[in-house]
């Protein structure tokens, strides 16, 4: 049976220092029972241990995280320089109504994850604004469309899009305007692939769908605002990737 503690053991199991500390003290004091010095040992690595699992996790999450991201951002700024290759050997006809409210919804949308704070997707849309930007200028030469009732009446869309952004102080507000308003200016160039599937390259679009599944992925607190653009630029690039090697898959 244990023998009770003396009055200067429970003094000492009383004392006024942080729980570590007093345990710590214990059990190098050599008037403390064996078997309680033993139990205090016991507790002290469990917590040493527990605290460091807690660490390595949070450290995981957080390289995990930086990981995601850095591929993401590595692929969405060669994506542009595989389409813009494709452009210039005639490969692919980017459509100049998408081109322009892409450049302008980008551009909202990163101004809009930036009041929200986001550290995740704020960077998927900065580097799709820089590539808004190169392919729009390229699609000034090379593109086509941009006077048809279809695109008129997407940029009228977009710019009512634009005008909601404008008006509001929310910036989840501005976010779903600038995804709703980005939708709209792709319809375009979905119709033109998928009227003429040659008139674009997978590979641009497939690169670009798996920027926003990394982007996805690298979120740590999911919520519709975090979530809600990276999701969007997945599956908006995998409709075109599919569009364009619909006819592959059909003639087999």
Same mark, same amino acid.
């Given at each position: 049976?244990r023998a009770?503690?003396?009055?200067r053991e429970?003094?000492r199991a009383?004392?006024?220092?942080p ?5 710590y003290?214990?059990?190098?004091d050599?008037v ?5 010095r033993s139990?205090?040992?016991v507790?002290?690595f469990s917590d040493?241990?527990l605290?460091?699992n ?14 995601l991201?850095s591929v993401?951002?590595v ?14 050997r ?10 322009i ?7 909202l949308?990163?101004?809009?994850l930036y009041?929200?704070? /986001?550290?995740?997707a704020?960077?998927?849309? =900065? ?5 808004a930007i ?5 699609s000034?030469k090379y593109?086509t469309g941009?006077w048809?009732k279809?695109d008129?009446t997407?940029l009228g869309?977009?710019i #009512? =899009?634009m005008i ?5 102080s929310d910036?989840?507000?501005a976010?779903y305007?600038?995804?709703v308003?980005d939708f ?6 979905i119709?033109?692939?998928y009227k ?5 390259i ?5 690169? /670009?769908?798996?920027?926003?599944l990394?982007s996805l ?8 605002a975090?979530?809600s653009?990276?999701a ?6 995998? #409709? ?9 898959v /059909?003639?087999?």
């Open positions: 049976m009770s503690l003396s009055s429970m003094e009383v004392s006024p220092l729980p570590r500390m007093a345990r003290t214990l059990a190098s050599s403390t029972p064996n078997w309680v139990e205090i040992v507790s002290i040493i241990k605290n460091n807690k660490v390595m996790g949070k450290y995981k999450v957080m390289n995990t995280q930086t990981m991201i993401s951002t692929m969405a700024l060669i994506s542009p320089l595989v389409y813009a290759t494709a452009i210039l005639g490969e692919a006809i980017p459509h100049r109504t998408t081109r409210i892409l450049l302008v919804n980008t551009i949308a990163t101004s809009s009041a929200q704070a /986001d550290k995740v704020i960077w998927l849309a =900065g580097v799709s604004t820089i590539q190169f392919i729009f200028f390229l000034l593109g941009g048809a279809l008129l997407c869309i977009a #009512l =899009g909601l952004w404008r008006s509001t910036p989840r507000i976010l305007a600038a995804i308003s709209v200016g792709m319809v375009p160039t119709v033109k692939t003429y599937p040659k008139s674009e997978w590979q641009f679009f497939t690169i /670009d769908t798996f920027v926003g990394l992925l690298a979120v740590s607190k999911w919520s519709w975090t979530a653009y990276p969007y630029v997945m599956l908006i690039n995998a #409709l075109v990737a599919m569009l364009v090697v619909r006819p592959k /059909d003639s087999k």
